[in-house]
């Protein structure tokens, strides 16, 4: 494995075959020790058959500088010259997975347990989960204050930075994975972005509800992780 920065963006990178590419964009909040360690867990599995780059995103509003910093690990591995490339992303991470290939051209995302509209999480996290408006708290705080200084309502820019809202600009096949008893991301989030690919008439997605699955599952053990192998071979 190695570092490096490419663009002003942390990197971490394990240089496989040029055939095929996972671009890992971790869960939960920024840090460089998740992204660290979310590379080191797939390498285990998956180099040197497959690159491994792993983004270091940084703490910024919701879909902000952390959102750049993913399409930059994807333009950095198009450059290594490799003919597919991946986006796996779980939670958080899937939530940005879903925004950059709204943006980027990429062979395939992998959408584990991600939020898709915030506006929804927001309210769910308010009836049901309020711990989440705490852990998040800084997160909506830096959003509010961007999407006012660029002359935005809060609602209206979260639905921007939001992959409902975007569905019809993310062409690449589309796996989703999400637990029944998800108390943090309800599979809802899930389910309404099924529901709203069926309406723009996208075909190329493929929606596993997981019965039983909380929040948070690795996708490198069991039956998930031969879901993941099956998609990754197309």
């Not at 660290?36 to 910024?60: G, H, L, W």
Request: with cysteine; aromatic share 12%; net charge neutral.
């Amino acid at each position: 494995m190695e570092e490096t920065t490419y663009q002003g963006t942390h990197l971490f990178v394990w240089s496989g075959d040029k055939e095929k590419a996972i671009v890992l964009v971790h869960g939960g909040k920024a840090s460089t020790e998740a992204a660290k360690k979310i590379s080191e867990e797939y390498a285990a599995f998956f180099y040197p058959r497959f690159t491994i780059v792993s983004v270091d995103y940084r703490f910024s509003s919701y879909g902000g500088e952390e959102l750049k910093d993913v399409l930059k690990a994807i333009s950095y591995t198009r450059e290594l010259s490799i003919k597919k490339v991946y986006l796996i992303g779980e939670s958080h991470g899937a939530y940005l997975a879903l925004l950059a290939a709204a943006q980027k051209e990429v062979d395939g995302v992998i959408d584990a347990y991600g939020p898709t509209d915030l506006l929804r999480m927001r309210t769910f996290a308010t009836k049901e989960n309020p711990q989440l408006n705490i852990d998040w708290a800084d997160y909506i705080q830096v959003t509010e204050k961007e999407c006012k200084e660029n002359g935005f309502e809060l609602e209206e820019c979260i639905k921007r930075r939001s992959p409902y809202y975007v569905a019809r600009k993310i062409k690449a096949p589309v796996l989703i994975l999400h637990g029944t008893d998800d108390t943090v991301v309800p599979i809802s989030q899930s389910e309404i972005l099924v529901k709203r690919f069926k309406e723009i008439g996208k075909k190329n997605y493929h929606f596993v509800p997981l019965k039983g699955y909380e929040h948070g599952f690795s996708l490198l053990e069991g039956k998930v992780f031969e879901i993941v192998k099956s998609f990754l071979k197309k």
